[in-house]
């Protein structure tokens, strides 16, 4: 499926110069697609965040709203 994304930003991807240097275009909602696939590549490349993940659903500890609020300092 990723590779499918890739090849329809790909027909998208308008190639200019600003100022002498060269610069790509893309679409931003394309742009938007194009940072999930890489964020998604990342996290499935890690080592760490499967264990991570273990880690938290081991735990299940709850958080009132009043808590979530004190710790995001919001």
């Keep these: 499926m990723a590779h499918?994304?890739?090849a329809t930003i790909d027909k998208k991807i308008?190639?200019?110069r600003f100022r002498g240097e060269p610069v790509v275009v893309i679409p931003l909602e394309d742009w938007r697609k194009?940072?999930?696939l890489m964020e998604d590549t990342e996290m499935r490349n890690s080592n760490i965040l499967p264990?991570?993940?273990i880690k938290?659903?081991?735990e299940k500890k709850l958080y009132s709203?009043?808590?979530v609020k004190r710790l995001l300092r919001l």
């Design 14 to 16: 308008e190639k200019t």
């Design 56 to 58: 938290a659903r081991k």
């Design 34 to 36: 194009l940072e999930d």
């Design 51 to 53: 264990k991570e993940i």
């Design 65 to 67: 709203a009043a808590e």
């Design 4 to 6: 499918r994304n890739l």
